[in-house]
């Protein structure tokens, strides 16, 4: 099968375009957010092929993969052919609403020519979908080639653009931690973290930005922290906490949307409280037999519900459903 999709979030797209087809990937001369390519900092497969806007009319494509609403449009203008209409399209809903929740419509919603497919149970309940088709697919990684160690007592964070989006992100919260241990910040946009803190006034703040680091060498350097961080209010579920709790890293969490589900008391610590939370950053900061002890639940769990097999043979089912239907 020759799936068109955009390279959009750059995890997701690594598991996803380690399946059995040829997956077809607009890139642009400038490499923007509607032709970025293959990925640069991810390891992806030779089944994932450049594909210039130009050239998709004389390309083969059974299913068009959309992950934002002006895709639509777009696929149209360089296909010359209506996703959902004259080929089927799958749209993949990555993020929680945003808004009048939980009363946001979604933009795909009460359409009767794509499925609506979540990449979590939460964000399905809290769309509001109208009469459009769902489905969900959990996510699935690619497994890290490292396992925790945690000789440094010091916590990680992954997240992206937390200066700009801040109160989403919890870097508000950060202070609070690093007081109990030095943070470690990876991601795009964390460049001026430090910075931006002292500026919101917590000045000297232990906090530092690790900036675009590609993932398998982001991933060594997490296994070394001694437990992952994640301090995100309103996100659907980081794929870069599935990736931690794969290494074998304990977690601490805010108890909000998905992660409620996905991280299993015995894997980490999660509350809505964030002084017992700072409380658990202390004491597995202290403790590192406690913390491997959480961190090989966490690894146990995640091999076994994220698994990548799991994840695109999901995609598998629904995809050759869809290509079904619309012959």
Not at 248 to 253: N, R, S, T, Y
Not at 267 to 281: I, M, P
Not at 296 to 322: H, I, Q, S
């Amino acid at each position: 099968m020759n799936v068109l999709l955009w390279h959009v979030h750059g995890s997701w797209t690594t598991s996803f375009v380690h399946g059995r087809h040829r997956y077809l990937v607009p890139v642009t001369p400038d490499r923007g957010p509607y032709g970025l390519g293959r990925a640069r900092t991810y390891d992806w497969p030779a089944n994932a092929v450049e594909v210039a806007p130009q050239k998709l009319r004389q390309a083969e494509v059974d299913l068009v993969i959309l992950q934002r609403p002006e895709e639509l449009e777009l696929a149209e203008q360089w296909l010359g052919r209506r996703p959902g209409r004259d080929l089927p399209a799958i749209y993949v809903e990555h993020n929680t609403p945003k808004g009048d929740v939980p009363n946001t419509r979604h933009p795909m919603a009460d359409r009767d020519d794509l499925l609506l497919t979540h990449v979590t149970h939460f964000n399905e309940l809290f769309w509001d979908n109208g009469a459009t088709r769902t489905a969900v697919v959990e996510h699935g990684i690619v497994p890290p080639t490292v396992e925790w160690t945690g000789e440094l007592d010091r916590l990680a964070v992954v997240t992206n653009e937390p200066v700009r989006r801040w109160r989403v992100t919890g870097t508000d919260l950060m202070p609070r931690f690093a007081a109990v241990a030095p943070l470690d910040v990876y991601g795009m946009g964390v460049a001026g973290l430090p910075e931006a803190l002292a500026a919101a006034g917590a000045p000297g703040v232990p906090v530092t930005g690790h900036e675009d680091v590609p993932q398998g060498r982001m991933h060594t350097e997490l296994a070394r922290r001694r437990a992952y961080l994640h301090l995100c209010r309103w996100t659907s579920l980081g794929l870069s906490l599935i990736e931690a709790m794969t290494i074998g890293m304990p977690v601490i969490a805010l108890a909000t949307t998905e992660a409620v589900d996905a991280v299993p008391p015995d894997a980490g610590v999660l509350s809505t409280r964030v002084d017992s939370l700072v409380e658990a950053a202390r004491w597995l900061a202290k403790d590192r037999d406690a913390a491997y002890r959480l961190g090989a639940r966490a690894r146990e769990v995640t091999k076994e519900r994220f698994g990548l097999d799991r994840f695109l043979a999901d995609w598998d089912r629904l995809m050759e459903g869809e290509t079904c239907a619309s012959r």
